[in-house]
Structure formats: structure tokens, C-alpha cells
T-cell receptor
């Protein structure tokens, strides 16, 4: 079946450090892939997405590339800020039943000044 | 343009009571989805609704849970006779089509 696995947190970084949060998936067909972010006390916000292999999603300095050969969608940012502290969720929307998003368990990021 | 609005944000119920969670989708969105997040787990799909129709409820427990999205008013997720295991965060999402859903802030249900 479809599944998403992301690295466990918490991840603690100093400001301006490089960030990678790993996400791998299992799916049939060609799913769409997403990263959502949840800031403290807020709902989920779509951070970026990619709908086909080799697509790169990017937003607010974050990037992730849809790698079909490694079934991965790792989130990266070159220089994190304190304001990036949040929980990050990797998710996929299957080819069929695309509304049934499959979410990872979330990775908490804490950035220290 | 207001986002997806859920209320209440926090809800405490005693075992055996009913919980009603409300979701107002974004303006112009006709697709509503409910997800549940149990402690230390990812969000899991529960139900997909369009106006006055349940499209897919395959993720919803067969008993005590029901959802509706009436022609007028918000979508309602109703849990009857709540038990401790229902304690979770319930998220609603809406979209204009089946991709790119926008999520609300969630309702955190605590059953005591």
C-alpha cells in the first residue's frame, strides 16, 4: 500500500545551518508529493509540492526534488532561521483517490538563535 | 480570503458525551476532507464530502462517527458516545478540486 516515512525529530539546528529532512515514500503509479508545515498553534500550510518525477518544488527558501528512482522527496534549506521552527509533514496524494493524502508522522524542527 | 475555519479549537468531553466539530471551507471550495491525527502519528484520512454528498468515508470508523456537509452551513464531524481513544486532533481541509487542499488549524478533542 501507500506510505510515507520521514525522519524522526526533533531536529535542533543553529541559525543559518543547513537543513535536510528526509522523506521516502511507497506508492503505486505516479503520486503527487507535498511538504506541509505547522507552526505552533496554527493549522497545516502547504509549503511546496511536486507532481511528477524530477520536479522541484520550492518556496520560502525550501526545496524538495521528486526522485522516483530513490522514491524520495527530501526537504532542504540552505540557511534556517528561528522563524522556521515548526513541525514539517511530508505527504503524498495517490494517483487514484488523490484526495486521500498519506502523511508522515512529522518532524519537529527547532532553530536556536 | 479567510482560510479554512474550524471550531472549536479545543473541545473537552466526558466519556459517553457527543462531540460536534465544525469546519467552514474556504470561499468557493466545494470539497471538504476530514483527517485525524492521533498522538505521535501522522494525519489519517477519514472522509471526503461535497455539498450534500459523502463521496468516500472509507477512513471513518463504522460506529459512532458521522459527517455531513449540508447545502448551507459548515461541515460537521459528529462523534457519539466518545471514548478516551477518540482523543486526537481533527483537521479539516478544503479544495476546489482533488489536489492542493488547504487545511484548517484543527480541533483538539480531549475525552476525560
Amino acid at each position: 500500500g501507500n506510505s510515507v516515512t520521514q525522519m524522526e525529530g526533533p531536529v535542533t539546528l543553529s541559525e543559518e545551518a543547513f537543513l535536510t529532512i528526509n522523506c521516502t515514500y511507497t506508492a503505486t503509479g505516479y503520486p503527487s508529493l507535498f511538504w506541509y508545515v505547522q507552526y505552533p498553534g496554527e493549522g497545516l500550510q502547504l509549503l511546496l509540492k511536486a507532481t511528477k518525477a524530477d520536479d522541484k518544488g520550492s518556496n520560502k527558501g525550501f526545496e524538495a526534488t521528486y526522485r522516483k528512482e530513490t522514491t524520495s522527496f527530501h526537504l532542504e534549506k540552505g540557511s534556517v532561521q528561528v522563524s522556521d521552527s515548526a513541525v514539517y509533514f511530508c505527504a503524498l496524494a495517490p494517483t487514484s483517490g488523490t484526495y486521500k493524502y498519506i502523511f508522515g508522522t512529522g518532524t519537529r524542527l527547532k532553530v536556536l538563535a | 480570503n479567510a482560510g479554512v475555519m474550524q471550531n472549536p479549537r479545543h473541545l473537552v468531553r466526558r466519556r459517553g458525551q457527543e462531540a460536534r466539530l465544525r469546519c467552514s471551507p474556504m470561499k468557493g471550495h466545494s470539497h471538504v476532507y476530514w483527517y485525524r491525527q492521533l498522538p505521535e502519528e501522522g494525519l489519517k484520512f477519514m472522509v471526503y464530502l461535497q455539498k450534500e454528498n459523502i463521496i468516500d468515508e472509507s477512513g471513518m470508523p463504522k460506529e459512532r462517527f458521522s459527517a455531513e456537509f449540508p447545502k448551507e452551513g459548515p461541515s460537521i464531524l459528529r462523534i457519539q458516545q466518545v471514548v478516551r481513544g477518540d482523543s486526537a486532533a481533527y483537521f479539516c481541509a478544503s479544495s476546489t478540486n482533488v489536489r492542493g487542499a488547504f487545511f484548517g488549524q484543527g480541533t483538539r478533542l480531549t475525552v476525560v
